[in-house]
């Protein structure tokens, strides 16, 4: 049940042994669209409340056979989450403190007021609203942590999800490397609802297309007054993820005064809104994420290396989709079952053609590539399984020059590649790094030679 059906379409029980109050409770409760039941004693209201408790309860507590009192005890016992306000037509003070104690929401006095009443009926009903969505919440943060969020049985996959699993409940940063269209955001997401923090924010930010004025504005707010058109305080992302995760895409592009910025940030743990002097300690998870390596950018001073080295306690590369091939088919049935249940559609079964076509295409755009291919063919289809028909003509006009670059390589640039980011990785320890690449040292020792890969020659 949503906030607006409790809200404007709670069931009411009216319990009174008179009937002009019953009558007028009634009278004034249906203008709000609730549902009203009236009952002239306890007893004939909780039978009733074995098949279907009500949302909302008003209780006079003298009441002929059973007491009020016992009643609230009994509808509190019975259903937690009814709330109960009681009528106080005689008693005192300490019979409503009473009847609060034994699980009443409030008390009203006699002669009532509907007015009163219709606004106390409200703040009982957006309790009981704040509650159920509080518990909806639960339960399908419960479900998405079940779900497998990353889709792949290739070893490149599941060695993915090996290092999520390790780092999810881990107070530390990550970092996240992988070409556009891999699941960067996906990983993160992974790594946060599968975590100790998954019931606060998670909150997205991309780094690309923004002046460093807007990026400084999103991440750390501005106080009332910080610059023109600053009519009010604003909260920045980082404030609003505060206890959650901040997950901050393209992370390569950000300008380099607010790589200072978010450098003291994790540093201290503190910010200062633009325009503002207090600083507010907060506590955020930062997950950032590029298309680029990051070393490398190190290296060639287009980002802070201390900087780095705060983002990359643990790093998680993504590989391409075209190194990954053996998990396009359950990738496609994934993406089958998504969009069949969107567009209402029957597309069951894929053409081993299809298989075939996708097996040569290089994926440039990734599985987000594969994804909307799917989603296209599904929407357009008029049959129940996809043939090449009903792929696009892209697939079949793709050049290698369509390729990314690093997969134009030559053979040889991507063994050089590949055992420099290993010497990187280990620091340039070679046993380390042959261990690694399994090969002898002194294989290894050779291709540092030939590649002219050791830092000391330079």
Not at 27 to 43: C, I, M, P, W
Not at 60 to 89: C, N, Q, Y
Not at 244 to 253: A, K, N
Request: hydrophobic share 40%; with cysteine; charged share 25%.
């Amino acid at each position: 049940m949503t906030q607006d059906t409790i809200l404007h379409k709670a069931r009411v029980a009216v319990i009174d042994d008179e009937p002009i109050t019953r009558r007028e409770i009634q009278r004034g409760l249906a203008k709000s669209l609730h549902t009203v039941e009236t009952f002239e004693d306890g007893e004939s209201a909780l039978e009733v409340m074995t098949a279907k408790p009500f949302d909302l309860v008003f209780c006079d507590l003298r009441l002929p056979g059973m007491s009020g009192m016992d009643v609230v005890r009994r509808i509190k016992a019975l259903h937690p989450s009814t709330e109960v306000i009681v009528f106080t037509g005689y008693g005192s003070i300490d019979t409503a403190v009473e009847a609060i104690q034994a699980g009443a929401f409030h008390f009203l006095a006699k002669p009532v007021k509907i007015k009163e009443l219709s606004a106390l009926a409200l703040r009982a009903l957006e309790k009981m609203a704040l509650i159920q969505e509080r518990n909806d919440l639960k339960k399908s943060l419960a479900a998405y942590s079940r779900q497998q969020y990353i889709i792949g049985h290739s070893q490149a996959m599941q060695d993915v999800l090996a290092v999520v699993k390790k780092v999810c409940s881990l107070n530390c940063n990550v970092l996240i490397q992988g070409e556009s269209g891999t699941g960067k955001e996906l990983v993160a997401r992974a790594i946060h609802f599968l975590g100790s923090r998954r019931e606060n924010p998670f909150i997205a930010f991309s780094c690309g297309g923004f002046s460093e004025e807007l990026i400084a504005n999103e991440l750390f707010g501005h106080e009332k007054g910080a610059f023109t058109g600053a009519l009010n305080t604003k909260i920045g992302l980082l404030e609003s993820a505060d206890q959650g995760t901040l997950f901050l895409d393209e992370i390569e592009i950000m300008p380099p005064s607010m790589q200072v910025k978010l450098l003291r940030f994790i540093q201290e743990r503190t910010l200062i809104r633009v325009g503002g002097t207090k600083p507010i300690p907060l506590d955020v998870r930062i997950i950032a994420a590029g298309n680029k390596n990051l070393k490398i950018a190190t290296e060639e001073r287009r980002f802070r290396n201390d900087l780095y080295f705060r983002l990359n306690v643990v790093t998680i590369d993504l590989p391409p989709l075209r190194d990954r091939r053996s998990d396009i088919p359950l990738l496609i049935n994934h993406f089958m079952k998504k969009y069949n249940q969107q567009f209402g559609m029957k597309v069951t079964a894929v053409d081993r053609e299809v298989i075939d076509i996708f097996n040569q295409y290089p994926f440039p755009g990734n599985v987000r590539e594969l994804e909307n291919i799917i989603e296209r063919a599904i929407a357009l289809s008029d049959h129940k399984t996809i043939t090449p028909k009903d792929l696009p003509d892209d697939l079949f006009n793709f050049s290698i020059e369509d390729m990314k670059p690093e997969a134009r390589q030559s053979l040889q640039d991507n063994e050089k590649e590949h055992i420099r980011r290993v010497l990187i990785e280990t620091n340039f320890n070679k046993g380390k790094a042959a261990e690694i690449l399994q090969v002898p040292r002194t294989t290894l020792w050779r291709k540092i030679k030939l590649y002219a890969l050791d830092p000391s020659s330079k």
